[in-house]
């Protein structure tokens, strides 16, 4: 038995490794617990797989609770690559997760509602997939005294244009969307309960 999961994850280690133009690798919050008039900010950490296409990178944000409002990520926000840019909403991209999507956490549906996703405004180069890159998502707390919180996933992926500039779907389209990473998570708010 030990010998079959051991099969299947490595399959879905390396189906990741071998697709999208960064996978998800760390995520860490700067505050898990967050005070009132404070915010958390994430560093995710995207290894570059080494793949020959020049794909869209995205990013998403999905889960249950509330208190938390998410900003725009900025992918390569340290600019290594020389790909620093802020990421743009593209809520089409969202639509069709749930279909294309099928990674490590099955139970927690990935399309709207409670869906924010964002990516970049142009091609990332896969010439420029040669090191470690970081993307910053800011999670600004909207809640100013009660309690509670948020707990989803952060999901990375590719998104592969068929030439119009518009994400579709990929079963009747020459589109290509695919996860490259994902990883629960969760912040709390520091207050009193009402």
Do not use: H
């Not at 996703?117 to 993307?135: F, G, H, I, N, Q």
């Not at 994400?167 to 969307?177: F, H, L, Y």
């Amino acid at each position: 038995m030990g010998k079959k999961i051991s099969a299947v994850v490595i399959a879905l280690v390396a189906t990741q490794l071998l697709s999208g133009c960064y996978f998800l690798r760390e995520l860490n919050w700067s505050q898990d617990v967050v005070p009132k008039g404070k915010n958390s900010t994430a560093t995710i950490g995207l290894q570059p797989s080494g793949a020959d296409d020049d794909t869209y990178f995205f990013m998403g944000m999905v889960g249950k609770g509330s208190g938390f409002t998410p900003k725009a990520p900025t992918f390569d926000a340290e600019n290594v690559a020389g790909l620093k840019e802020k990421l743009i909403a593209d809520n089409s991209i969202g639509d069709l997760l749930d279909e294309n999507c099928q990674t490590f956490a099955p139970a927690v549906r990935r399309g709207p509602p409670g869906l924010a996703v964002w990516r970049t405004e142009d091609v990332v180069p896969s010439d420029k997939e040669t090191k470690l890159v970081v993307a910053k998502l800011k999670a600004k707390r909207d809640s100013p005294n009660q309690g509670g919180g948020f707990a989803g996933l952060i999901l990375t992926g590719e998104w592969v244009d068929d030439g119009d500039g518009v994400p579709e779907d990929p079963g009747s389209t020459d589109d290509a969307i695919t996860c490259t990473g994902e990883s629960t998570t969760s912040l709390l708010l520091k207050g009193n309960d009402p």
